[in-house]
């Protein structure tokens, strides 16, 4: 994960550089694109997502097309959370409707924790995330808006 910006986004992480590199993940996981998700990760980054375990680009690159399959409308934003030298913690939350379950809104909240090797690439993701059905009405994400101008109360976090 890189950024526009001049800032080396590499361990040990400022509180700069960890913004940017959470806001980067945001931007690149909202491409929805597998191959391009994957490349963030080192070749045996180890994944925990919800009750999955993965190991290696083949898997992310499977698990992620399999999630975008079923999530469509898919929209994104992390936060940070905490962070040190080579860790970062991320809250999250994203809207998609279920292409299993009738095409229903849904609305995950989560946390992530996230370990970088010294050139920046993650070699391990560890999410845990609750998925809520929501209204049409009730949506943050709608087309067009930025994710990161969307205000998510207290009772969110």
């Not at 992480?13 to 806001?23: D, I, M, N, P």
């Not at 499977?62 to 999630?67: A, G, R, Y």
């Not at 920046?120 to 009405?137: A, C, T, V, Y």
Request: hydrophobic letters at 30%.
């Amino acid at each position: 994960m890189s950024s526009s910006s001049s800032l080396p986004l590499t361990p040990p992480f400022t509180a700069s550089t960890a913004h940017a590199k959470v806001k980067t993940a945001q931007n690149l996981w909202n491409t929805q694109s597998p191959s391009t998700v994957t490349k963030a990760y080192t070749l045996t980054s180890i994944w925990r997502n919800r009750s999955t375990f993965l190991q290696g680009h083949s898997a992310i690159e499977s698990f992620l097309e399999q999630k975008w399959a079923k999530e469509k409308n898919y929209r994104l934003r992390k936060e940070l959370f905490s962070f040190n030298d080579n860790k970062i913690a991320v809250q999250f939350w994203y809207e998609y409707q279920d292409a299993s379950d009738s095409m229903k809104w849904k609305r995950c909240y989560g946390l992530e924790d996230w370990t970088f090797d010294p050139d920046g690439k993650m070699r391990k993701r560890m999410m845990s995330g609750n998925d809520l059905e929501i209204g049409e009405g009730q949506r943050w994400f709608r087309d067009g808006v930025d994710v990161d101008s969307v205000e998510i109360g207290e009772e969110h976090w």
